[in-house]
């Protein structure tokens, strides 16, 4: 049977190839199974009061990354957030059945007060309410989560449990992880530590050009080249081969594994190999991302569209639950 599957996507930032081979390739082949909403979350970075100058820019350059990864909005629901009011409205009515209390205790509240002191709004303390209502207003059974945002898909599940239970209804189902069992990859920076991440400055990004990407992968840390019989690969030669994996062919990574373990390999061609085998996988992406960024009108027609299919979704499941609760006048 097809699930409804919800993935919200934060409304600012490039994408790297981080992002794209850890979520967007799996988003997309999601689309073929399953009926899927993807919605960009500009209300939800409200809680930063970004700058209106660039508000609306940031949320475009998001939505022309993904269309030109590959989300397909005849496939998907592809939406903007803030274009369904009937969120909003959902939204005030499930801050009725959540309770400060729990909002207060869960630890993304927690490590944002802790950051930023002097801006503890209400839509922060919030933020796992407004992330339930996006879940539970498309009456989602999946929802693709990392490990940061598990508390808040439970938290989901709290609140439709004691919807259901406070007006004795069998209405929302309880949404769960989307697993995408062995396929989820760690993909690391280029930097001889840690993961990619666009917090880390160590990304290579979808949108940058063949020049850029070669530049960042010759900078790329390694180590000697000297390899002890029975000695661990050093973390930085690990994420270089990490990375090879997924943009390269067998063949290649096969041949440098070769080298690397003779002691005969030389960093700079296994680089040049990457780089090479990186542009190949972004570039066409870059070339699509500038023509639609380029393209308001196709821009605009496609957001038109998502909000109507998600509307029509949305304010199905608002008109039963206010029925549910006991609105009469509409
Ligand atoms: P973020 O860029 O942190 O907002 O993440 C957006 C999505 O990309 C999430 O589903 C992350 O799990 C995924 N992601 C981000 N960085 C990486 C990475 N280095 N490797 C794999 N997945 C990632």
New binding site residues.
Partial sequence: MKEIVLSG??ST?N??I??Y????RNFIKMQDENDCFFFIADLHSLTTHPDPLNFHENVKTVLSEYLASGLDPEKSVIFVQSTVPEVSELYTLMNMWSYVGELERTSSFKEKVRKHPNNVNAGLLTYPVLMATDILIHRANRV?V?KDQEQHLEMARVFARRFNSLYNVDFFPEPSAYNFGTEL?????LDGSG????SEGNGIYLADDEKTIRKKVMKAVTDSGTVDAGATMSEPVQNLFTILQLVSSNEVVQFYMEKYRAGEIRYGDMKKQLADDICKVTLPIRERILEIKDNEKYLNETVKYGAEKARKSASKTLAEVKKIMGFKWN
């Fill in positions: 996507i934060r930032g994408l790297h981080g992002n081979f850890g979520a967007l693709p990392g990859v760690k993909v690391p920076g993961k990619m991440g666009k």
